[in-house]
Structures are given as C-alpha cells and as structure tokens.
C-alpha cells in the first residue's frame, strides 16, 4: 500500500508512552525488526494535536533514532513521518487502521503562544 508524508510543521505531538521494543510475535516474544536493514524497531505513544484537535496515535521508530533527553508529557519533533494504511483478515474477520512510522524521534520545544509578549 501507499505511504503517506505527514505534515507536522503546524502540530503539536506530545510524548504519552515511553520507547519499548516493538513485539512481531506476542506467543514467542519476537522482536520486529525493519525488512531492509534488519535493525530493531520501537513503538512510542503520542498525542497529536492540530486545529484545535487531537489524536492518540502509535507511532514506530528505528531503534538508533530514539533520541537521549525525552521526557513523558513534553513536545518531540517526528522527523520522516509517514502513515500507511493496512487492512487484513484476523480469525475471519476484517481489519483495518493506519500505521504511523517516522524516522526518527528527538525532544522539540513547546511552541509559542500567539499575542504573548516576552
């Protein structure tokens, strides 16, 4: 399926889950791993907040770009974020949903308030 880039220049994403592996195999504990260069893969848990809205979203990261210095609650920059959308069959039934992944994740600072002076 298709990828596609997401705009993150006029969002705030908030870190809400810390960096864990990325389990392929719940029965055997099987890490994922990325299909061309074979390294490790991690989740984080984040809110995304655009126009007023916001979405809880999972989003996956090459193990080498997670970045030293985040902290649950503060803003992080997505750098390479893209979604894919995905469907399959699970025990007969349909599924669908979007898969989030970027290239990286590194702290990023609050942004400013319109109309506040310093």
Known sequence: MRTIR???SAATILLTEAPEPKVRDRQTGEIAKDVN???ALMTIGV???EEG???LIKVTIPESG???GLALGAPISLPGLVARPWE?????????GIAYRA???TPAAFPA?????A
């Not at 399959?88 to 669908?96: E, L, T």
């Open 47 to 49: 809110v995304y907040i």
């Open 37 to 39: 260069s074979g390294e």
């Open 113 to 117: 308030v319109m109309g506040a002076s």
């Open 6 to 8: 997401v705009e993150t």
């Open 66 to 68: 997670v970045s030293e």
């Open 88 to 96: 399959s069959v699970f025990n007969g039934q349909q599924r669908h």
């Open 53 to 55: 809205e916001s979405a």
């Open 103 to 105: 290239a990286a994740v």
